[in-house]
């Protein structure tokens, strides 16, 4: 190792003691992840469009391919509003923090010690909105294409709204685990869905009861327990697989 | 004019590895406010690993790095990579502006353009970063440098920084890393040019594997 005196100009040496330069830890505050996530979220339509359409290919087509009778439609309706919601919901989740990691992003939160969770969880929110926030507004369309009645129909909106925060958090975790691995994508949907069917059969069964005039509100109050629990405790899991994704 | 004594960061028996792979042992290095560190190397050395390592993206697991005398890192280094953390959705203003706020610094319209008019940007405020070519886009992310201080990062680790820079904006980068290393900051970096205000050198084929 070898040391040379620094030449520069006519620009004197500061006399600073290396301790006055110690730099209290400065964040980015909430606001400014929030925003900084709003825009690339909203500059970023195709993203969040595809899987939007495919929702609605889905419950557009289905009604055509099994036909028109009420009695049938009115059967499968729920159940197929709910596949189209957790497919477009698994179609998106590449995106969630792969681009992040490829262009640099979530280095410099790493390295700034920018709250991780903060920002996973700030994501998340977003990408939800923009996912199955409006999948559930579009669910309504169940009325005219499956014959639902409008309690029916409202329902199963309640029931897209407490239970894809878990489905989105599932996604979220599978996609961190298998970030830094080739061709990850594949495998989000195979570690995602084992733990992703039981809230789909919970949200339909929900919405069974209530059409049967039963009470489902225990099984919706479930799922957004579940929702809940995993919105609080989940963040902290995906930052710390995050962390990892610089080893392999 | 001398660099100062007191070491703000050390390095000492460091193994620099990559996964199971060590690339280097025992290494060496105390860097004190004011140093300029040229890193070299040939290709494969662990020139980026050890700079990922001392950025905290991978560990150490062999070896003591200490930071003003204590373990754990107490500061913000600022880090340039080769992915450079700029989001191609985002305009040139927003991405610059983020990479600002990451540490703290809530930059004014007139912060932005000073920092873009020196990176040769001005008037790109509302450009698309997915327009730029690698170079621009490069600068974007060196546009920062312009704005910090060691009072707020006095650690920047700096990976291949001159990397389809023309003549004019290297020039210009070296100015302000000796202004930054005049201010009492530290600097690490790595290139394959020739560094000419580095007053530090750590060759890391010294401690190859």
């Known amino acids: 190792m070898t040391d040379r005196p620094i030449q520069v100009g006519s620009v004197a040496a500061m006399n600073k003691s290396p301790n006055a330069i110690v730099a209290a830890p400065r964040s980015i505050g909430f606001m400014q992840l929030w925003r900084r996530e709003w825009q690339v979220k909203q500059q970023g339509a195709v993203q969040w469009l595809y899987p939007l359409v495919l929702f609605l290919v889905i419950i557009t087509l289905f009604p055509l391919a099994v036909g028109s009778e009420p009695a049938l439609l009115q059967r499968l309706g729920v159940s197929a509003v709910w596949i189209a919601a957790l497919l477009s919901l698994v179609m998106g989740v590449d995106g969630l923090f792969k681009p992040a990691l490829d262009n640099g992003t979530l280095a410099q939160l790493v390295v700034a010690k920018a709250s991780l969770p903060l920002w996973v969880l700030i994501r998340l929110v977003i990408h939800w909105i923009f996912s199955s926030g409006i999948v559930a507004a579009l669910s309504l369309l169940a009325v005219p294409l499956f014959q639902l009645s409008w309690f029916e129909a409202w329902i199963l909106m309640a029931s897209i709204v407490t239970g894809s925060p878990m489905l989105l958090m599932l996604s979220a975790i599978a996609s961190s685990l298998t970030l830094s691995l080739k061709n990850g994508a594949v495998l989000v949907p195979l570690i995602a869905l084992p733990m992703q069917l039981p809230v789909l059969i919970f949200a339909t069964g929900a919405v069974d009861l209530f059409a049967s005039g039963l009470n489902g509100l225990p099984i919706l109050a479930l799922l957004l327990a579940g929702s809940i ?11 710390t697989t995050l962390k990892m994704s610089w080893l392999n | ?61 062999s070896g003591e790095v200490t930071y003003q005398g204590q373990s754990c890192l107490p500061i913000q280094p600022l880090y340039v990579s080769h992915q450079l953390g700029i ?9 610059l502006t983020f990479l600002l706020n990451l540490y703290g610094i809530t930059p004014s319209a007139t912060d932005i353009d000073h920092a873009l008019t020196w990176v040769g940007l001005q008037g790109f405020e509302t450009i698309s970063s997915s327009h730029l070519s690698a170079g621009q886009t490069r600068r974007i992310t060196l546009a920062r440098l312009y704005l910090l201080t060691p009072d707020v990062t006095p650690l920047w680790l700096l990976d291949e920084p001159f990397t389809a820079l023309d003549v ?14 005049q201010a009492g900051g530290s600097i690490l970096m790595t290139s394959h040019q020739a560094v000419g205000v580095a007053n530090q050198v750590l060759d890391l084929s010294d401690y190859m594997v």
């Open chain 1, 229 to 239: 629990v995993s919105v609080l405790v989940m963040p902290w899991v995906i930052a």
């Open chain 2, 1 to 61: 004019m001398t660099v100062l004594d007191t070491p703000l960061l050390a390095l000492e028996e460091l193994t620099v590895q990559r996964g199971e792979i060590p690339l280097c042992e025992g290494v060496a290095l105390q860097l004190s406010a004011g140093s300029i560190c040229h890193l070299i190397g040939a290709n494969g050395t662990g020139k980026t690993t050890l700079l990922m390592q001392l950025a905290g993206l991978l560990p150490v697991l």
């Open chain 2, 87 to 95: 989001h191609p959705n985002l305009t040139v203003a927003q991405n």
């Open chain 2, 168 to 181: 004019d904006m290297v020039a210009r980068m070296e100015e302000r890393l000796c202004e930054f290393a």
